[in-house]
């Protein structure tokens, strides 16, 4: 389990950041030892009540013997958010670590004073259920105990992947946080084909969230490659490779890596974008 010593700040406690707290709960973290910073007094309430952590809208103060800091404000409120809260930081010198996407670390750094030691995240949605994956890097600061806290804090939502050479946290990005949704969207298609061959939207849902379950599971527990498991499944001769016959023909390989090099471009952008933002 986490060393249940570290003070815990969450600056901003939405949908990952509460789903973060959650885990970290159910896995056993004290709930003393975690504190939350909101921008309204009301949200600070329920944020109190849905999470039964000490939450304020006081930043300074919960950073003031945070051993761990984690910021999940906004990308586009980082850089604003940093320079409030700098002072305290600076003062503390707690383990800063970012689930926000695009800003990289050394930007961050330079942001909070600099001379920190700083982790960024990239988790995923699924991450709300406790099964999400969460890409990991740190900077040169990072001790080894404090990578190994902000693994089990992450592994408490789902696993965790480290990466050595930041800029891979843009293939994370692509593949990790942003493809949920090519799932998602590969299974509207399949829903609107079952539906339109007369089955019901509840009945199309379920056979689809399922299929994709059931699938997911077969990749993830059987270890066998995504072709051993697509070819255990196409007889010759049969049904299933005649869909993946129309695949191959309209290429489904290049439009799934024009998709996935349309993300990393989009994200390597957004770096740029957020370390240089126009006043």
């Known amino acids: 389990m986490t060393d249940t010593r570290a003070k815990l700040t969450f600056i901003g406690t939405g949908n990952m950041a509460g789903a ?15 504190i939350g910073t909101t921008r309204s007094e009301q949200s600070a309430q329920t944020a109190a009540s849905t999470y039964g952590i000490h ?26 958010t940093c320079a409030a809260i700098s002072s305290a930081v600076q003062a503390q010198k707690p383990l ?14 330079q942001w909070l004073g600099t001379g920190l030691a700083v982790i960024r995240c990239m988790p ?20 080894d105990t404090q990578r190994d806290l902000v693994d089990t804090m992450f592994r408490s939502v789902g ?11 843009h293939t994370i990005t692509a593949i990790c946080g942003s493809a949920p949704a090519y799932f998602y969207r590969f299974s509207e298609a399949l829903v609107r084909s079952a539906e339109q061959r007369g089955l019901s939207p509840e009945s199309a849902r379920q056979l ?6 059931g699938a997911a599971r077969m990749l993830s527990e059987t270890g066998e ?21 129309v695949f191959d023909q ?6 799934v890596e024009a998709a996935v090099a349309a993300c990393f471009n989009r994200s390597v952008s957004l770096t740029e974008e957020l370390a240089n933002p126009k006043e």
């Open 20 to 34: 973060i707290i959650g885990g970290l709960l159910d896995n056993g973290y004290p709930a003393e030892r975690i």
């Open 55 to 80: 939450v304020t809208t006081d930043n300074d103060a919960a950073i003031s013997d945070a051993d761990v800091i984690i910021l999940g404000v906004k990308p586009q409120v980082m850089k604003d």
């Open 96 to 109: 800063v670590v970012s689930v926000a996407a695009g800003i990289e670390a050394a930007t961050l750094d």
């Open 124 to 143: 995923n949605t699924p991450s709300l259920l406790g099964t999400g994956i969460s890409g990991l890097y740190a900077n040169a600061a990072v001790t």
């Open 159 to 169: 696993i965790t992947q480290w990466v050595h050479n930041e800029a891979d946290m």
């Open 208 to 213: 689809v969230s399922q299929v994709a379950l």
């Open 225 to 245: 490659t995504p072709a051993e498991l697509r070819q255990k499944v196409s007889s010759p001769g049969g049904t299933t490779v005649e869909a993946l016959r």
């Open 250 to 255: 309209q290429g489904l390989d290049d439009l």
